[in-house]
């Protein structure tokens, strides 16, 4: 095997925010509204009035208060384009005192709230799927604290997580986490789906790395729970209840995280793989030869990388391969991690686990791989309508619904796409078919998560339940679970007023 020197190659990731402005399609072929889609029967709300805008107005001033159709557009739509809601009132508080304000009065008032924050969400849950009103953290966007010596971060829930991880670099710090997304969803909205991403299997997930968080019960009720502390067992860990619980429970207003120090030395290798058995022998490999430097190790199919290929115009410096592996290396000593990627690759080329790969050092080209693989779920939206499954799966089972997929759906699908973090169990199987057809998702639908749920998997590894899953929840939680669940949801948001139709079963 050659490891090809990697010619400089143009990005054509498209930004985020952008991406979702030119996505949005004429108005013949907007969404359908969910309600109808998915036949859903609206709960007794309020309906908004004009003295409820006015209330808002002097609340936040009349440009915090978006109520012109053109404008709502993009936040009543998620960004898959599978969901869409009718919101007549966007909200933009600039801080927690506004929010407290708004929750309280909309808990009074009996009227439905969605909060948002990137709206890069896969599963529905940041839009409104009737008239709930979109409370946006778009506003809140202050770094308040870092401490540099413990590398603590205290932040309002708006920021966006690129802003956060370019301000820590600058202070030789990094956020524990990276997603694809990272140039639009806010930090808020990570803690609020717990987010997972590209190196978990490095830092871990929000809940080891996030130390504090505040936020806004339904009532509108404050709850300060933003300790910068490493270790504090005074009671129940209560910033929990807010991690992963998708704007159910409360509004994530602040954040404290923590952060680690930026490596000094970054590697990755992208090598062509023969099949999938060998892509886990090779884990299994790297998991034992670079050890604590190992900070990603992603797969990807033939079908994902042409999929951003052909979309995106990227480049694969690698030519073509069944199977494609992303691994990557952070550290602290230059002549250490390569002296042990080196000693990995040679053997991964003697045992034949790898037909041809590339390994960079520069990050001028490091940056055209990493695009490889995370322009994977926005290009495949340029084949048609896209639905996402998002599931956790044993290793030895994680490839195995791909093929299984791919016989079952023929030619009812333009593109069967699977890819995802390896190292974390978790595949993302991507299914592009022409347009919206109810017949063709009950050939995947509860199929898949029927799948999953005999192999003890999860129907979400990272995307969360949303608007879309809350059906299929009980295929990963049991009935006492569930139960807990809604006690928790009807102590903290008695009317449920927070983000109504979303993660709990109706
Ligand atoms: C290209 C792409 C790649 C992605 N890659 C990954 C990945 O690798 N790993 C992963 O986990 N996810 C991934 N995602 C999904 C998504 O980006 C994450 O779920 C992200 O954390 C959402 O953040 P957001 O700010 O966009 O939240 P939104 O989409 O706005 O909201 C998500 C949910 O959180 C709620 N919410 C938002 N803000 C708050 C708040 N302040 N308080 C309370 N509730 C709130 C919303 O109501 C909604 O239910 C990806 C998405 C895209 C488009």
Known sequence: MALQAIKTFEIRLIPFKNFIKHSIRPLSSLPEFS?????????????????????????????????????LLSYNIDWIKNCRGESRVVLK?????????????????????????????????????????VLSTEGMNNIISLDEISGV?????????????????????????????????HIGGNISTNAGGLRLLRYGNLHGSVLGVEAVKADGEVIDCL????????GYHLKHLFIGSEGTLGIVTKVSINCPTLSSSINVAFLGVENF?????????????????????????????????????????IGDYPFYVLIETSGSNES??????????????????????????????IKPIWALREGIPQAILYDGYVLKYDISLPLKDYYSIVPIMREKLGSDAVR??????????????NIAIKEFSQEIIKKIEPYIYEYTSNLKGSVSAEHGIGFRKPNYIHYSKSNACLGLMKSLKNLMDPKGILNPYKVLPS
């Open 35 to 71: 309600k109808n889609k998915y036949n859903v029967k609206r709960k007794s709300f309020n309906l908004i009035e004009d003295a409820h805008v006015s209330f808002f107005q002097n609340l936040l001033g009349k440009e915090r208060v978006l109520t012109d159709e053109s404008e």
């Open 93 to 133: 508080p600039k801080c927690t005192e506004h929010v407290s304000a708004i929750l309280k009065f909309c808990n009074d008032n009996n009227l439905a709230v969605c909060p948002q924050g990137g709206n890069t969400g896969l599963v529905g849950g940041s839009v409104p799927v009737f008239d709930e009103i």
């Open 153 to 185: 971060l205290v932040c309002e829930a708006g920021c966006i997580l690129e802003n956060l991880d370019n301000h820590l670099r600058e202070h030789n710090l990094m956020m524990p986490l990276d997603l694809g997304a990272k140039g639009s969803c």
């Open 227 to 234: 300790g910068t502390l490493k270790k504090d067992n005074t």
């Open 277 to 317: 058995d060998n892509v886990l022998k090779l884990y299994q490999l790297a998991k034992s030869s670079l050890g604590e430097i190992m900070s990603a190790f992603e797969m990807a199919d033939a079908a994902s990388l042409e999929t951003t290929i052909e979309h995106l115009k990227l480049q694969n410096p």
């Open 336 to 365: 250490h991690d390569s002296e042990k990627l080196t000693e990995f690759l040679e053997k991964t080329m003697s045992s034949n686990l790898v037909l041809n790969g590339t390994y960079q050092t520069e990050p001028s080209r």
């Open 416 to 429: 069967i796409c699977g890819y995802g973090h390896i190292g974390d169990g978790n595949i993302h199987v």
